[in-house]
Nanobody
Framework: QVQLVESGGGLVQAGGSLKLSCAAS????????MGWFRQAPGKEREFVAA???????TYYSNSVKGRFIISKDGAKNTYLEMNSLQVEDTAIYYC??????????????WGQGTQVTVSS
């Protein structure tokens, strides 16, 4: 069993930065990934970024590549550094872990989400 708790969301102006954190209790399998998804009102949950627990290889959606950085601290803490934020980045951001890649159904455990609001 893995429990995930996100923190670090908030209100920021366009062009600004935020860093989200995800703390895991329990230990994700080294063959799994830690992922970040987001969901805006009226939209489906969208893949943002993922990192391999084992070798720290990273993956990004095209919409955030070059602006967001995913990282981890051991197997317990995962971070999402968000730079050059745009109004379109406004969403609830979820941390997750599992054997998946870019589809929500392929991840096993989810946090409760943290709101990120980018104002113009």
């Amino acid at each position: 069993q893995v429990q995930l708790v996100e923190s670090g969301g908030g209100l920021v102006q366009a062009g600004g930065s935020l860093k989200l954190s995800c703390a895991a209790s329990g230990r994700p399998f080294t063959s799994w990934r830690m992922g970040w998804f987001r969901q805006a009102p009226g939209k489906e949950r969208e893949f943002v970024a993922a990192i391999n627990v084992g070798n720290s290889a990273t993956y990004y959606s095209n919409s955030v590549k070059g602006r967001f950085i995913i990282s981890k601290d051991g197997a317990k803490n995962t971070y999402l550094e968000m730079n050059s934020l745009q109004v379109e980045d406004t969403a609830i951001y979820y941390c997750c872990t599992g054997p998946g890649y870019s589809t929500p159904s392929s991840y096993r455990y989810w946090g409760q989400g943290t709101q990120v609001t980018v104002s113009s």
